[in-house]
Every structure is written in C-alpha cells, then in structure tokens.
C-alpha cells in the first residue's frame, strides 16, 4: 500500500475512513488518480454529445414523417370513420384501430394482400394461416378486411392470451374467442368469418426460418368447418418469420412449454421486411370428407402456398431487400 494511503489512517472520523477507501480501491483497481479518469469521461462526453445529437435529430425527423404519413391514413378514411362513430360507437372504435394497423402496416412492411377477392362479401368462411413467432401480419390482415370488406374476422386465440391484464376488453372488441368447438360452430352458423391457426403457440414459438408446419395431428378446426358446412380459405404471410424470430428451437424452452405450459421462449426482431399475406383458394364443404381427411387436404393448401412463395431458409437480409422492388398482383 503506498505512504499516501498508509498516512490516510490517521485522518479522523467518517470522512477519514472514507478517503482512505477510496485511496485503497484506487490502488486495487490500478488507477493512481481517479480525477484523470473523470476528466477523460468528461471529454470523451463532450466530443461525442454533438455527433450523438447530429445523428438523433434526423431520426426523430423520420419519426415525424412517418407519423405524419400515418395521420394521412387516418385522414384519408375520415368520412368511413364519422359514419362509423354515427352508427355505432364499437364498430367506429374497430374501423379507427384497423386503420392504425393498416397503416402502420403499409409504412413498416410494405403489407400486400393477394386474393382477398375470395373472402366472402358476406356469408361464412374458415380463414387457416400459418402462425409466425408474433402474427402481426394477421392483425393487418383483420384490418384490411375491416376497412375493404367492412367486416369483422371473428378469431381463435390460445388460452394464456386471455389471462395477460388488461387486454379484455381489446378481445371482446374484436371477436376473439378461446376456441372450444361449439363456439366456433356458433359464430360460423352466425355467418361470420373466423380465422385460426392450428398450430398456435407451438408454431409461433417452434417453427423457424425453414417453415416447418407444426400442426400435429390437430383436426378440430376440420371438424368445425364440418359441423358449419363452410369453405376454407389457407391463408400465408410470405417472411413473417424474418419479421420476427424466436428462440424456441433451444431445447429448454421447448420443454418448459410442454412440462408447464408457459410460453416464456424470448422473441426478438421487428424488423421493416416486406410482407405479402396470399390467400389460397377456398376448399368447398365436402359432406364426404372426414375431419382427418380434410385437415390434411388444408395443410397441404398451406405447404403449397409456402412452397410457392416463400424462399426457403428465409433470410432477414433478403426480405428487407424486397421493399424495394415489387411483385405482379396476379400471383
């Protein structure tokens, strides 16, 4: 220990004490002056600051352009919207919300839908998608069938989603159901439209950039569209996996979901990539299938809607390279 941090002893009281434990870590941690270095942290703050500044204004300024963009899209419906709120106040609520949606869809991923000729003008049908680790492009997906077709897309939600605080009130809004069989068989005889993936959480946590359809042996929603007698309509978002990723495939997340139930596999991404959601053609009510047969028949209407338009292993590169050149509208 050095003559300074020896003589430090003989100070009195706290203030004593504490000099001297500053001098001692100073001398464990090497540095002779703890001033020189402050200093050296002041200067290093006072040359980056400007450059910090130079390149955070013109993020805020995109920031602003592309709220300003969103506003325009708000704006652009305001007539829908009035006539909305004047017919009644949920409905007006909905159209507002999925023109955020819309636009923050048109502004972040370039969002495209092909084919949305065939969903019904009225009348039911069972929409079935491929579920990515964070369906964002289904929510678009409801939003423009809110703001083109002026209806509402009842859905089916996995159970834990009902029991996050807070969100009720967004479910009861939207239609959201659980997903026992009979409520899905009701809403359909009710003429609506209902969408569901048969591979929920397991899809969204465990599948990855190859694609992989996890859907099990699931036919339930086969035997829903049985009891209903209504067409399905497959449905797939091309790169909704490169717009969001998860850490599923480690095998400890896999096995706290199937031991506990607990979806806690980390999803990370957000990324600006270009998605385009295609709508197979629907798959009429056949008396003569069985609910086994039929989910087979629907899954291989998604592998195919996979196989032709998404490029397989995806790549977040190449998807964010696609917002800049387009696709003819007849695929």
Avoid at 310 to 316: A, F, L
Wanted: glycine residues 8%; hydrophobic residues 45%; contains cysteine.
């Amino acid at each position: 220990m050095s003559n300074e941090s020896e003589s430090c002893w003989s100070g009195n009281g706290s203030v004593g004490i504490l000099n001297c434990l500053l001098l001692a870590w100073e001398d464990w941690a090497g540095m002779g002056n703890l001033e020189d270095y402050l200093s050296f942290l002041e200067y290093l703050l006072w040359v980056f600051t400007p450059l910090a500044i130079v390149f955070i204004l013109p993020f805020l300024i995109v920031i602003l352009i592309y709220l300003s963009i969103l506003f325009l899209h708000v704006y652009k419906r305001k007539n829908q919207l009035r006539e909305a709120y004047s017919n009644n106040l949920w409905d007006g609520a909905r159209k507002t919300l999925a023109t955020l949606w819309d636009g923050h869809g048109a502004i972040w991923h370039g969002y495209e839908i092909h084919g949305l000729d065939k969903i019904p003008d009225e009348g039911p049908a069972l929409i079935v998608y491929y579920h990515g680790a964070i369906p964002i492009d289904y929510y678009y997906f409801l939003a423009r069938v809110i703001i083109q077709k002026g209806r509402t897309c009842h859905s089916v939600a996995d159970h834990f989603l009902f029991k996050v605080p807070g969100i009720k009130l967004l479910l009861e809004v939207f239609s959201v159901i659980h997903g026992p069989q009979e409520e899905c068989v009701k809403a359909l005889r009710s003429g609506h439209l209902l969408g569901i993936a048969p591979g929920g959480v397991r899809e969204a946590l465990f599948s990855d950039e190859i694609y992989p359809l996890v859907w099990g042996k699931r036919k339930g929603f086969a035997q829903v569209a049985i009891d209903s007698k209504v067409p399905i309509i497959p449905m797939f978002t091309q790169n909704v996996r490169e717009g969001f990723r998860s850490l599923g495939t480690l095998k400890f997340f896999r096995w706290v979901y199937e031991r506990f139930r607990l979806p806690i596999a980390p999803v990370y991404g957000g990324f600006p990539v270009k998605f385009r959601t295609y709508l197979g053609d629907p798959i009429p009510y056949d008396p003569k299938l069985t609910a086994a047969e039929l989910a087979e028949k629907v899954q291989a209407a998604v592998q195919a809607l996979i196989d032709r338009h998404q490029k397989i292993p995806g790549n977040i590169l190449r998807a964010l390279l696609e917002r800049f050149h387009t696709r003819p509208k007849t695929e």
